[in-house]
């Protein structure tokens, strides 16, 4: 197996063998570029550069010329809260009293089926980094977890690696986890999805950027040592190379060290309070090949680097692995010279080595020196704004029409039934509790946590005297955007901003992470065209800004593909959290009314029922009329109208509802003949755009809603029998439920929890 370091080490001790550019990802053309822009065959050092930074990863040159929509979509009034956007480390948004928030979602996918737990924590400290570099502190993380069957034998293995890594990394950071998702799919086997968001908190006047300026400003290099491994992970792993009976290029997956990145977190904070970082980048994926040509790119020079200073782990290094290392816990900070002295104090105090290892100079060219030659001379813009742009083909499959035929789902109609679907649906792996996965999460470290786990959202405190605060959701459906895209895309959006809004939050910007198969597939271009748009146009229609994204392809196993999967990202604000709507019953005092917003349709395109039937997946997911969204958003926006809310989505109304007699442990009495004709499809339709709240006062719901032109109408109230009854059809105790909901993943997983724990 030939992997990217033994590539480059050859390439280097043969300087009159041809170049191994194909090896490392480059088209012929693309290697023809880069002789053009150097007017020369380019050093080992210079086409390692070159072909990371060129890489899909790195680029987006499959995706770029569909992104340039979200900014030909966005409006004067969608921005105007925007501090950093869109090509920025992560967005920022301005929330009001001097206070930002920043918030990303990154994938780590590739790695993370090589090796789970260091491929999936080493996502979670990459999206860290991402935060840090805006000039913010790091307060939570979500994530985003797609998998094979969860019981097919390799998820055994996958899964409980994933979620170490994630509970590893995050716990010992620092950082609540403060909610997310977990699905199972066919099409995740052998590609799962791993996205990992963080959410930060800065003053306006504290944002830093990822620029280089100032002539003979130093360059410093601080954090962990430089090491051999992830050399080439994400630009390699995230290429056409990982696919079945392809050669692959499987290199070392980074190591990350957590205890180092906390410390490097608080290191960054004191240097920031101490006014002595000009601009500043994270090394993530490509290391310092990234790190130097996009803060040189994006400054008002050149720059030059040394090498031999860079502090390394590992001996007799070469130029080409120093500069591709993906070695984690690394940052990359531009310094005044009259500040440098405070800066290596500082960085000391908190025993993380730092090294001056270059500077700013006046033209455009990086230079970079290693043992004495020159090994690196190229304009900075070319290696990292100037990669390739391809318009590759899109086209409609010729399947699509048919798995858009919906092949229709058994619908019982027999109470006992009924029943049974109920059980069934809340005890499968798509709908059962995720507790086995989030209890080996911290959820309320630092004390600002106000909900999580089971929550809508998760709701976060930013201002300990206000009270004011964040509420962020991270939703997507794979089913839905392979059925349509650009519904799919909607959809996912839809939910994100209604968990977020059912908290009694105000959404304010959207965040991304768009999860494709193979770019050279126009089938999944068309896919990934589609959803873009469907998320572009849906962010137009609610006025609310696309901050920032990623763009994941190759996500895919020989030649099947994952099913789309945009994972879509909102963010609210919040005035006091102690107002937020919790969704758990019994809460105050007295029996509580529940109602419907919103209206049902016969919807089982893509649904879970569907998937839990065995009916296979066809027709058209829900609809979706953003507006509708809208008016539930304004709907909550009076506080103590209601005393619980839980949105409705996968599973419908019967999900909704049997989670909250579960949160709670209180029974319920059910009438849905006003919801549906069919008490079938009363149930378990997923028509958007609908959520269940109880209150005490049920006048106040209906007024509310009605000013509001929301559909209402109420579906039963809390009793003290601990059972979900739906009257004439079937009751069900609550603990039954209970035990369906709970037992399912302790029961496939448990047996493999500890094969891949880092102790």
Not at 69 to 94: C, P, Q, R, W
Not at 427 to 456: E, K, M, W
Request: glycine share 10%.
């Amino acid at each position: 197996m030939t992997t990217f370091n033994d590539t480059v080490a050859a390439a280097q001790a043969n300087p009159d063998l041809e170049q191994p550019y194909a090896s490392l990802g480059l088209k012929d053309d693309e290697y023809a570029r880069i002789k053009e822009i150097l007017g020369r065959r380019p050093t080992d050092a210079e086409l390692a550069m070159y072909s990371v930074m060129w890489s899909e990863h790195c680029s987006y040159k499959s995706s770029k010329v569909h992104l340039r929509y979200f900014g030909e979509t966005m409006t004067e009034e969608m921005s105007e809260k925007i501090l950093a956007g869109i090509g920025e480390n992560a967005g920022v948004v301005d929330i009001g009293g001097g206070n930002a928030v920043t918030f990303r979602v990154e994938s780590h996918n590739h790695p993370s089926y090589v090796e789970p737990h260091q491929g999936a924590a080493t996502g979670v400290g990459g999206i860290v980094r991402d935060i840090m570099a805006m000039g913010a502190r790091p307060i939570a993380v979500m994530d985003q977890l797609r998998f094979g069957p969860a019981d097919a034998p390799d998820t055994s293995r996958v899964l409980p690696g994933v979620v170490d890594g994630i509970s590893h990394y995050g716990n010992c950071l620092g950082l609540p986890n403060i909610g997310g998702e977990t699905v199972f799919d066919e099409s995740y086997a052998g590609n799962p999805l791993v996205n990992a968001l963080c959410v930060g908190t800065l003053k306006v006047d504290d944002l830093k950027l990822a620029f280089a300026s100032g002539l003979g400003n130093k360059v410093m290099l601080f954090g962990s040592r430089t090491g051999l491994d992830g050399i080439g992970g994400v630009s390699v792993l995230a290429s056409d190379t990982f696919e079945e009976g392809a050669e692959r290029k499987l290199p070392a997956v980074q190591v990350g060290d957590p205890f180092a990145e906390k410390v490097l977190i608080e290191c960054c904070l004191d240097l920031y309070r101490a006014g002595v970082v000009v601009g500043i980048q994270d090394l993530g994926g490509a290391g310092l090949a990234c790190a130097t040509s996009e803060l040189a790119a994006a400054g008002d020079g050149g720059m030059e680097i040394d090498l031999d200073a860079v502090p390394l782990r590992a001996e007799n290094m070469l130029a080409a692995e120093i500069l591709s290392s993906e070695s984690q816990e690394r940052m990359c900070a531009i310094v005044r010279p009259e500040d440098v002295a405070r800066f290596r104090e500082i960085c000391a105090h908190w025993d993380v080595t730092c090294a001056e290892i270059g500077e700013v100079t006046d033209g455009e060219h990086l230079l970079i020196r290693h043992r004495g030659e020159l090994v690196v001379d190229a304009p900075a813009h070319t290696i990292a704004h100037e990669g390739p742009v391809y318009e590759r083909p899109w086209a409609r499959p010729e399947w699509q029409d048919e798995v858009q035929q919906f092949q229709g789902v058994e619908k019982p109609t027999d109470p006992e039934a009924v029943k049974a679907a109920l059980l069934a649906m809340v005890g499968s792996p798509a709908l059962c509790s995720r507790a086995f996965i989030t209890d080996q999460y911290d959820r309320y470290v630092r004390g600002n946590t106000v909900q999580a786990q089971h929550a809508n959202a998760g709701v976060l405190r930013i201002d300990e005297q206000t009270h004011r605060g964040v509420a962020v959701s991270a939703d997507a459906s794979g089913r839905y955007t392979k059925l349509d895209p650009n519904m799919g895309a909607r959809l996912a959006l839809a939910e994100a901003y209604r968990n977020v809004a059912v908290t009694g939050a105000r959404p304010v910007a959207v965040t991304n992470c768009l999860n494709f198969g193979s770019p050279e597939d126009p089938a999944v271009m068309w896919q990934f065209r589609d959803a873009v748009h469907g998320l572009a146009d849906g962010a137009k229609e609610l006025v609310i800004p696309v901050s920032g994204g990623n763009v994941s392809f190759y996500n895919q196993t020989g030649s099947e593909a994952i099913l789309p999967t945009p994972v879509v990202g909102v963010l609210g604000v919040i005035d006091d959290v102690r107002e937020s709507v919790r969704n758990k019953l019994g809460t105050v005092s007295g029996t509580e009314e529940l109602y419907l917003l919103g209206q049902t349709f016969d919807e089982f395109g893509g649904s879970i029922w569907q998937q839990v039937s065995g009916a296979g997946l066809s027709g058209l997911p829900p609809r979706v009329d953003l507006a509708n969204e809208e008016k539930l958003m304004e709907f909550f926006q009076q506080p103590g109208v209601v005393s619980a809310a839980h949105d409705v989505s996968e599973g419908g109304v019967a999900q909704a509802i049997a989670e909250l007699a579960i949160y709670s442990n209180k029974g319920v009495s059910l009438d849905v003949s006003g919801v549906h004709d069919d008490v079938f499809t009363a149930l378990f339709s997923e028509s958007a755009s609908r959520v269940v709240v109880a209150a005490t006062d049920g006048a106040a719901v209906v007024r509310r809603a009605q000013e509001l032109g929301i559909p209402v109408v109420k579906i039963g109230e809390t009793i003290d029998e601990p059972v979900v009854r739906v009257e004439g059809q079937f009751e069900v105790p609550v603990a039954e439920l209970t035990r369906a909901w709970t037992e399912t993943l302790p029961r496939l997983f448990s047996h493999a929890v500890g094969a891949n724990s880092v102790v």
